[in-house]
């Protein structure tokens, strides 16, 4: 299957979640992930932050600032199609609805933060496979991102388990993660 019909078949599943479901399987979700030795380990975490049917990362983000750790999210530049790094302080005051309507650092709380400084990442997308191949929307955003760190950093993709396919076609820019997490396991990506 190309990418594209996998893209087109995992959103249309997707989009049919109930508002229950995604909370219910983004806390498991949760659960998972910070149960995970690289998470708890982390101090400086990249989360994506949720917008449509994704895995939900609101309640995640604000457990893990009460944690104390620190978090950092994406601003999308879109001309140049790469994600800027921002420290976020406050989940409910500090962001606004940016470059494709995801929410993203007001300007007035953009505190800007290296990738060198990032120490767990955690990435969206629409398909996983067991080899750590991710699908997103298409933009490469992502793939930018993870491919310009300067050094080894656990990168973990979060999805609901129907989004979990056999095998997504690869080309050169593709980055893999880690590992995904599924509200039924944690998958231990293993690299070809």
Known sequence: ???EDIRKKILSLRDSLTEEEMRS???L???RL???????????????????NEVKTERMIKSALNLGKRV??????????KLILSELKDFDKELEPGAFNILEPKREFFRPVLSEEVDFIIVPGIAFDKNGDRIG????????????????VPTVGLA???QMVDDI????????????????????????
């Open 1 to 3: 299957m190309e990418k």
């Open 25 to 27: 399987k983004s806390g």
């Open 29 to 31: 979700i949760q659960k």
């Open 34 to 52: 910070f149960n995970l030795p690289e998470f708890k380990k982390a101090r400086t975490i990249f989360f994506y932050v949720s917008t449509r």
């Open 72 to 81: 950092v999210v994406p601003i999308s530049d879109v001309k140049e199609r």
């Open 137 to 152: 929307y298409g933009m490469g955003f992502y793939d930018k991102f993870l491919s310009s760190l300067k050094k080894r």
């Open 160 to 162: 609901y388990e129907f």
């Open 169 to 192: 076609p690869v080309d050169d820019k593709d980055v893999t993660v880690d590992k995904v997490l599924t509200e039924e396991r944690t998958i231990e990506c293993f690299k070809l």
